[in-house]
């Protein structure tokens, strides 16, 4: 009887850890909203009932107006981008209407679902932030050796990535210049970083936070006399009303900047994806948002020396009677179509094409953190079992660090 092939879990971890070490290609990593509910901050299907449940009668009953045209268990996002339409449709006037929604009470909506996304993302996480600051030690030591600078391309709102880099002490760089009202300068991101730009470009040695979809610390705001609308960073502040938070990006309502944040760095990420040898490593991400999805399979497409490395928490089956986590099919598909893109989920792997499920360790060990023999899982698709995966790796000592959850969050989203 022939034995089943199968993909080799410790071969598998040594190997992204290779490539996690290797200063000779560019580096970079694309964040999910996993990485966040991995310390408690809500997924997009909590976030979205939070929301919801934040407004005032007349909004809640828009808000549930809207979920119902949309359609297929809608989230925030979807909403938001609903209302957006509408406030393209009606401006800010309050005599046209549209579904019994006025131009301004769109304006209002948007307003208030905004502010609602910032009161539930902008909480000290539950569990903490020590994955986040592993994290942030992890580029701490990495940094000086590079070549290129490490770019993080995150699709959450919260701002779990900068406290830790500012905790650790990581300098990093997001598109915005100045000290009291820090401005976004898109001719910062477009920047070359193998050239000299003077005045213009930040040292490589500085990690990049790219934010795409934006932060709960951006607000569109009027900038002196010209009357004029930009993106301004702004922290611990109360701003006047009409000055927007600036939470999931939308076709015209920023239209007045020349270059927005969201188009930049969607630019950027193109431009990692298309540059020569590249590493991109995606954990906590679901693939639910088409437009970054399509920026990410042109990269491969397109680039025979990109190597994308997918880390999957997985989703919930059941499976004999009980629940256990698996890899999704639509992402086995994606793996199967792009081979340079691998796909390392709980239960199995796509590697090189190839779809198999996971050999065990031969010895499993306290050291051996990216297996669970309990449930013969591969778990580096978890964010608090990969910082820990980084700390054995670069020697970090933190006495009680955290401990490896028993149970931890199983939606995984954009």
Not at 295 to 307: D, H, K, M, V, Y
Not at 326 to 350: C, F, H, I, W
Not at 358 to 370: G, H, I, L, Q, S
Request: hydrophobic share 40%.
């Amino acid at each position: 009887m022939t034995e089943k092939a199968l993909h080799d879990a410790a071969r598998a971890a040594i190997e992204l850890r290779e490539q996690l070490a290797s200063d000779k290609r560019r580096l970079a990593f694309f964040m999910g909203a996993g990485t966040s509910m991995a310390v408690g901050i809500p997924g997009i299907e909590a976030l979205t009932t939070q929301v919801k449940e934040s407004l005032d009668e007349d909004q809640r009953t828009h808000f549930e107006q809207i979920c119902k045209e949309l359609g297929k268990n809608p989230n925030v996002e979807d909403v938001l981008n609903r209302v957006r339409l509408y406030r393209e449709l009606l401006g800010d006037d309050e005599s046209k209407t549209h579904k019994s929604l006025t131009g301004k009470a769109a304006k209002e909506l948007d307003a208030a679902i905004c502010g609602a996304i910032h009161q539930n993302v902008s909480i000290d996480p539950p569990k903490g932030i020590m994955p986040h600051k592993i994290f942030a030690q992890w580029l701490y030591a990495s940094y000086a050796g590079r070549g290129w600078p490490i770019e993080i391309f995150t699709t959450n709102y919260d701002l779990l990535l900068e406290k830790a880099m500012e905790e650790v002490g990581v300098p990093y760089f997001d598109g915005f210049v100045g000290s009291v009202t820090p401005f976004f300068a898109p001719e910062s991101v477009e920047a070359d970083d193998t050239k000299t730009y003077e005045g213009v470009c930040p040292p490589r040695a500085w990690t990049r936070l790219w934010k795409m979809h934006g932060s709960v610390n951006w607000y569109l705001r009027e900038a002196g006399r010209s009357g004029k609308r930009h993106v301004t960073r702004l922290s611990d502040v109360v701003l006047p009303a009409g000055e927007e938070l600036m939470i999931f990006p939308s076709r015209e309502k920023y239209i007045e900047s020349r270059k927005l944040p969201f188009l930049a760095y969607q630019d950027r990420l193109r431009r990692f994806l298309s540059s020569g040898e590249a590493v991109l490593f995606i954990i906590g991400y679901s693939f639910s948002d088409e437009h970054l999805n399509e920026i990410l399979f042109q990269g491969l497409r397109g680039n025979s020396r990109l190597a994308v490395n997918v880390l999957m928490y997985g989703i919930e089956k059941e499976r004999e009677g009980k629940k256990t986590l698996v890899l999704p099919e639509d992402v086995v598909e994606y793996a199967q179509t792009y081979r340079n893109m691998s796909v390392y989920g709980p239960d199995k792997a796509v590697i090189g094409g190839i779809v198999r499920e996971w050999a065990p360790p031969p010895r499993v060990t306290e050291d051996n953190v990216y297996w669970f023999d309990d449930e013969n899982r591969f778990t580096l698709g978890d964010f608090t079992v990969l910082a820990l995966y980084l700390e054995r790796f670069i020697g970090i000592s933190s006495p009680s660090a955290f401990q490896v959850p028993a149970e931890a969050e199983t939606e995984e989203i954009k």
